[in-house]
Antibody, heavy 118, light 107 residues
Framework: QVHLVESGGDLVKPGGSLRLSCAASGFALSGYYMSWIRQAPGKGLEFILY????????YYADSVKGRFISSRDSASNSLYLQLNRLSPDDTSVYYC???????????WGQGTLVTVSS | SVLTQPPSVSAAPGQKVTISCSGSSSNIGNNYVSWYQHLPGTAPKLLIYDNNKRPSGIPDRFSGSKSGTSATLGITGLQTADEADYYCATKDYSGGVFGGGTKLTVL
């Protein structure tokens, strides 16, 4: 069985930081491109990060560029998303997803909620 | 959003509905399109990838097509369980982009 499990979401004050995790099981992250997507309350899906199968972040949305940093740990088969200088606009459910084919995202985690509020 | 979808569509059970997704040459015009179904509180589900292919387990009631800089999702034999938000997605420059989403109501 293949799964993605996100964790790390929390309530954080504006200007604060948080690290999200995306643990993969049943497949190797090194075989796939991966994406981070978020959905703010009452809003649509927003594509924020695209990661190559080598673990390199090859795209950051303008809304997070310079503040969010992606990394990958092969030993734990996990992705990480470091969220810095958070603002209330970053309040969202954050998903990681596997790219099956040309941004056909066939496997999603359940999402983790980040709330930025004072 | 860079990709334009109608905010809402509706149809009766058993009927057919189409959802459009309009983009440009920098995204849909030169890339594959995928479609997702999103129910509140759940993870989005891939319905269509590479413009018109269905993943295993997706019924053939769901279909996708692309022409130029636009794409369309079709759903036939509507069921109340199909009531959800639907999103198109494609690559744009070096990343990706979603449409604004369409809420499907099955009357």
């Amino acid at each position: 069985q293949v799964h993605l499990v996100e964790s790390g979401g929390d309530l954080v004050k504006p200007g604060g930081s948080l690290r999200l995790s995306c643990a993969a099981s049943g497949f190797a992250l090194s075989g796939y491109y991966m994406s981070w997507i978020r959905q703010a309350p009452g809003k649509g899906l927003e594509f924020i990060l695209y990661i190559s199968n080598s673990g390199e972040a090859i795209y950051y949305a303008d809304s997070v560029k310079g503040r969010f940093i992606s990394s990958r740990d092969s030993a734990s088969n996990s992705l990480y998303l470091q969220l810095n200088r958070l603002s209330p606009d970053d309040t969202s459910v954050y998903y990681c997803a596997r790219d099956f084919s040309n941004l056909g995202l066939d496997l999603w985690g359940q999402g983790t909620l980040v709330t930025v509020s004072s | 959003s860079v990709l334009t979808q109608p905010p809402s569509v509706s149809a009766a059970p058993g009927q057919k509905v189409t959802i459009s997704c309009s983009g440009s040459s920098s995204n849909i015009g030169n890339n594959y399109v995928s479609w997702y179904q999103h129910l509140p509180g759940t993870a989005p589900k891939l319905l269509i990838y590479d413009n018109n292919k269905r993943p295993s387990g997706i019924p053939d009631r769901f279909s996708g097509s692309k022409s130029g800089t636009s794409a369309t999702l079709g759903i036939t034999g509507l069921q109340t369980a199909d009531e959800a938000d639907y999103y198109c997605a494609t690559k744009d420059y070096s990343g990706g982009v979603f449409g604004g989403g369409t809420k499907l109501t099955v009357l």
